[in-house]
């Protein structure tokens, strides 16, 4: 079974038509017994659309960040693989059997992420956190994500732990797209937003991690991984 979380902060049409799409785009791959989880994080509009769309709503009157999302899903969540997922991505139909393919070459894969532009290459591994997937005994391994700074990577923080609790990770060759929207407006409201968030109390990655730079959070894991 598979759960997918996604986070979801609607501002305007544009982003909710993308996420129409997306909606469209993972439910295309999913069964009857897989879920779709969505933590509609302090979005403007679209909220009707979400309940009606979503097997499990979850509604936050402001954004709370990325890590306090994703738990909410996760804690709740049935599914054998946990899918975390950006609402304006694109994926084709084949991405459960694809993903699924690549969990069943390796019992140590521990999340398996997709190919695209928004690849982190490292020393060993390449991880997508747009769009990624984690066996559920990560979680029960290194537990949960834990917060960071806003606009910050919940994401290779939550990889470092699973990396250095000896899991591995791995990339399905399935269609994948990301638009990239850092210039539109969209992302302006997003980031006035979250300005005046309490969340910025928050410590980054590098701070967190005593990283020079958020690419080197493989190499660091691997360090841990040694100790």
């Known amino acids: 079974m598979i759960s997918v979380i996604s986070a979801v902060v609607l501002l305007d049409e544009e982003l909710l038509q993308r996420t129409k799409s997306f909606f469209e785009d993972i439910r295309s ?6 879920e779709l989880i969505v933590i509609d994080n302090g979005s403007r509009i679209g909220r009707e659309e979400m309940m ?23 804690k709740i969540a049935k599914g054998n693989y946990i899918v975390i997922a950006s609402n304006d991505c694109r994926v084709g139909k084949d991405w ?17 992420s997709c190919n695209g532009s928004h690849m982190i290459p490292s020393t060993g591994t390449a991880f997508n956190g747009v769009f990624w997937t984690v066996r559920r005994k990560v979680f029960e391994d290194v537990g949960y994500f834990e917060k960071l700074q806003p606009k910050q990577a919940d994401d290779s923080d939550f990889c470092i732990k699973v990396v250095a ?16 929207r850092k210039s539109t407006h ?24 005593g990283l020079e730079k958020e690419q080197d959070w493989y190499k660091k894991a691997l360090e841990m991984r040694k100790i």
């Open 52 to 74: 009606k769309t979503a097997d499990i709503y979850i509604h936050t009157p402001e954004p709370v960040g990325c890590a306090t999302a994703w738990n909410l899903g996760a």
């Open 165 to 180: 609790a000896d899991w591995e990770i791995d990339v399905a060759d399935f269609y994948y797209d990301h638009p990239t």
């Open 186 to 209: 969209i992302q302006n409201d997003f980031n006035e937003l979250i300005r005046n968030s309490s969340l910025w109390k928050e410590k980054t990655l590098c701070e967190k991690r």
């Open 29 to 34: 791959g999913m069964t009857e017994e897989d």
């Open 96 to 112: 459960v059997d694809k993903t699924i393919e690549k969990f069943s070459e390796n019992e140590k894969i521990g999340i398996v």
